[in-house]
């Protein structure tokens, strides 16, 4: 029964981490995908997109965590200042690259 609670320990404590999978992603591969998908809106700001880079307007994003931004990133996001389609628009993107490009844009924009 010990090692069931240790585990869920653990587990609860990765949850609430909300960066417990952030090692996932691959910043370097994501700029690729960031550079074929993504920059058209995050260089320019377009429908309201968090500018690549701007600290202040990332910061928000970036407190909520990784799993959190890669999650509205492939699904797809509306906030209170823009929206942005499920996986940017292109569908053909794996959540994985998904995540690469989010791990690429955070690491611009800390």
């Not at 700029?31 to 995050?42: F, W």
């Not at 202040?56 to 999650?71: D, L, Q, R, S, T």
Request: glycine share 12%; net charge positive; charged share 15%.
């Amino acid at each position: 029964m010990s090692r069931f609670v240790s585990v869920a320990l653990v587990g609860a404590a990765m949850l609430v981490s909300g960066n417990a999978f952030a090692a996932n992603y691959n910043a370097a591969a994501g700029k690729a995908t960031y550079d074929a998908s993504c920059a058209t809106c995050h260089k320019t700001g377009m429908m309201g997109a968090p500018k690549t880079g701007d600290k202040a307007a990332w910061a928000p994003h970036i407190k909520k965590g990784m799993n959190v931004m890669v999650a509205n990133s492939i699904k797809g996001y509306k906030g209170a200042k823009g929206m942005m389609p499920a996986k940017g628009g292109n569908t053909k993107l794996t959540d994985q690259q998904v995540g690469n490009a989010v791990a690429y844009m955070v690491s611009l924009s800390k």
